[in-house]
């Protein structure tokens, strides 16, 4: 699938203008721009997600053994008390 770009237009005080490189790295405020639009559209769409699943509007769906089966515990740690006394 073929990408097309568009150029827009908008308007930005001074101070914007001035944080957009600060904010992102980009020397140049195009870039910056670009760069500060590439990272918020995600995240705002995956805040959108989030939110149909706190709202209820969309849930998962166990099958009854994975609904029945108890947590994994996996060990994070090596308790020493517990292991056989050396002969």
């Known amino acids: 699938m073929e990408v097309q770009i568009r150029k827009v237009t908008v ?3 001074e101070t914007e203008m001035t944080e957009f490189p600060d904010l992102t790295g980009e020397r140049k405020t195009g870039p910056a721009i670009r760069r ?3 990272e918020a559209l995600p995240q705002r769409q995956r805040a959108r997600i ?4 706190l709202s209820g509007a969309r849930g998962l769906e166990l099958d009854s053994t994975e609904a029945l089966e108890p947590p994994r515990l996996i060990p994070t740690a090596l308790d020493i ?3 056989p006394a050396l002969p």
């Open 11 to 13: 308007e930005l005080s």
């Open 36 to 38: 500060l639009m590439q």
């Open 50 to 53: 989030a939110q149909c699943f």
């Open 81 to 83: 008390n517990s292991l």
